[in-house]
């Protein structure tokens, strides 16, 4: 396998883990998934140098985004703004009380 083979094939794996991770967590959006990997297969007749490269210098950009978008997402979350965090708390909460073997009560809501 060749050197261009090899980043072609590094480069779609991590657009893919993105688009499954950040965008098409759902089955409803497995359009996105099947658009890359459409991408990929019609242009995986290049021959041109320059063109390959610059095939895969886009998806690893767009990887890039859709990673930075979603840290950007986390740490909006995460410096409350202008979010409910009571939810995010509970999940927090929760979580530490289960990794010493306790479970938070259950809240009535009338």
């Known amino acids: 396998m060749s050197a261009e083979a090899l980043q072609v094939a590094k480069a779609y794996r991590h657009l893919l883990k993105a688009v499954k991770n950040h965008v098409a967590k759902e089955e409803a959006k ?10 990929f297969r019609n242009n995986g007749k290049l021959s041109d140098l320059s063109a390959i490269q610059q095939k ?5 950009d767009y990887t890039f985004l859709l990673n930075s978008v979603h840290h950007h997402k ?7 703004i202008a979010v409910d965090r009571s939810n995010e708390m509970k999940r927090v909460l929760g979580k530490s009380a289960a990794s010493v073997g306790l479970q938070l009560p259950v809240v009535y809501q009338p």
């Open 30 to 39: 497995r359009h996105f998934r099947d658009y890359v990997a459409e991408e």
């Open 74 to 80: 986390d740490l909006l979350f995460s410096y409350n």
């Open 56 to 60: 895969i210098k886009l998806a690893r």
